[in-house]
């Protein structure tokens, strides 16, 4: 059984996953988890890889939900990314990007979606 923080965190990567596949973007993974850490959203933007981690905060007192991927957190985001690109054999063979989705309000969601938030150099 899912906790509350739990339901509303599915409830609002389902409304972030929704949000990127109206503007083009396709799922391919959901959840990617491994032993390394896991990645939100996974999917694809025309041939590039795209890599979506989505925070969430009620309200800006503590900043934003993409304040909190702080340089750990890429660092973990990036290390999922690599688990799947080397699981999927695709190490060498696609682009990649990494994206944030940051969801804000109650009952009225914001989305700001964030291109490019952060790089890696492989």
Do not use: H
Request: aromatic share 12%; with cysteine; proline share 1%.
């Amino acid at each position: 059984m899912l906790s509350s923080k739990q339901k509303i965190g599915k409830e609002i990567e389902n409304l972030a996953c929704a949000y990127l596949q109206q503007r083009g973007l396709r799922l391919i993974v959901a959840n990617y988890p491994c032993k390394v850490g896991e990645v939100d959203l996974i999917m694809s933007d025309d041939q590039t890889l795209v890599f979506i981690e989505v925070r969430y905060r009620k309200n800006f007192n503590y900043g934003d939900g993409a304040a909190t991927v702080d340089k750990n957190k890429q660092r973990r985001i990036i290390k999922a990314a690599t688990y799947y690109l080397q699981e999927c054999n695709l190490y060498d063979k696609v682009l990649c990007r990494f994206d944030i989705v940051a969801v804000s309000g109650v009952s009225k969601y914001e989305l700001d979606w964030i291109k490019d938030a952060f790089w890696v150099k492989w």
